[in-house]
């Protein structure tokens, strides 16, 4: 089954500590991206990546990093994590990119920073 | 600044009523106009979408319509069925080589049955 897989899909951790959240693709998919959703704001673009070794910033990289050695994988890494990175984080996939690219997104990773 | 509004913010529509969910944009260099579906729970997923050199695109009971001289685009749900019941986000894309996705703030659509 095609998929976009995201790990963990619920995390409460504290200010300061470093975390990591996975994210891997079966479909052999070129483009990756990272957003994050909050309430009245819609998805925010994090960074992206147009293939391996290739990544960019989004709208809010601050306080994010990425990185892609392979081409299913797309860890999002915090860190130090802070209180306004309370948000819902989706991974997302793309054959390439360009109008008319379906984007598939995972099912979201919920994330507390206390 | 948002660069995509959409409203209403939240919508309820009686069973087999007409949902309407309206964006409007401000950039002109968008090319590319899709609508997502997000149930609780999971990740948007695209619904329709349209370029801006048709002014209409139908795919069952879900329609867009394009006014480009208006900037805006809508979708409307015919026959509103409970299972619609969901977020739907509008989108636009930015033509440069990156071909980001900017999306609206989503509307809430409950269809009572």
């Known amino acids: 089954e095609a998929q976009v897989t995201q790990n963990p899909r619920y995390l409460i951790t504290v200010t300061g500590k470093k975390l990591t959240v996975t994210c891997s693709q079966n479909m052999n998919h070129e483009y990756m991206s990272w957003y994050r959703q909050d309430p009245g704001l819609g998805l925010r673009q994090i960074y992206y990546s147009m293939n391996v070794e290739v990544t960019d910033k989004g709208d809010v990289p601050e306080g994010y990093k990425v990185s892609r050695k392979e081409k299913r994988n797309f860890p999002l890494i915090l860190e130090s994590p802070s209180p306004n990175q309370t948000s819902l984080y989706f991974c997302?996939?793309?054959?390439?990119w360009g109008p008319g690219n379906t984007i598939y997104f995972g099912e979201g990773s919920w994330l507390t920073v206390v | 600044q948002q660069q995509v509004k959409q409203s209403p913010q939240s919508l309820i529509v009686q069973k087999g009523g007409i949902s309407i969910i309206n964006c409007a944009y401000e950039n002109t260099a968008f090319d590319y106009f899709p609508w997502y579906q997000q149930f609780p729970g999971k990740g948007p997923a695209l619904l329709i979408a349209i370029r801006p050199d048709v002014s209409e695109k139908k795919e069952g009971r879900f329609t867009i319509s394009f006014n480009k001289s208006a900037k805006q685009f809508s979708l409307h749900i015919m026959d509103s069925q409970p299972g619609d019941s969901a977020t739907y986000f509008c989108a636009v894309v930015v033509m440069d080589s990156n071909y980001q996705l900017i999306w609206g703030a989503g509307t809430k659509l409950i269809i009572k049955p």
């Open positions: 997302a996939s793309s054959l390439s």
